[in-house]
Nanobody
Framework: QVQLVESGGGLVQAGGSLRLSCAAS????????MGWYRQAPGRQRELVAS???????NYAGSVKGRFTTSRDNAKNTVDLQMNSLKPEDTGIYYC?????????????WGQGTLVTVSS
């Protein structure tokens, strides 16, 4: 099992930047994909960004060009750099670790960190 702890959330004005960090309790070398999800009030949780073990990244269309995610397997951390923030980026951001073992899957979530972007 992997325990995940997010940090870096807070209140920021539109156009500002924040860096979120996710610290894992053990090695993430075997984790296929590390991802960031967010959930805004009244909306479903959505994928924001992800990075596979080989370094391939994926971004939601709404954040592409503004957000960047990276992983450091040596430090067991995953970061999300958020630039040019908009009020619609407001929500709780969750760190996720996904591992597929044949037909079995392992899925771990952090507690989330709140990001509020004011207009």
């Amino acid at each position: 099992q992997v325990q995940l702890v997010e940090s870096g959330g807070g209140l920021v004005q539109a156009g500002g930047s924040l860096r979120l960090s996710c610290a894992a309790s053990r090695s993430i070398v075997s984790i296929d994909t590390m991802g960031w999800y967010r959930q805004a009030p009244g909306r479903q949780r959505e994928l924001v960004a992800s990075v596979a073990n080989g370094g391939t990244t994926n971004y939601a269309g709404s954040v592409k060009g503004r957000f960047t995610t990276s992983r450091d397997n040596a430090k067991n951390t995953v970061d999300l750099q958020m630039n040019s923030l908009k009020p619609e980026d407001t929500g709780i951001y969750y760190c996720n670790a996904f591992k597929r073992r044949g037909w079995r899957t392992e899925d771990y979530w952090g507690q989330g960190t709140l990001v509020t972007v004011s207009s």
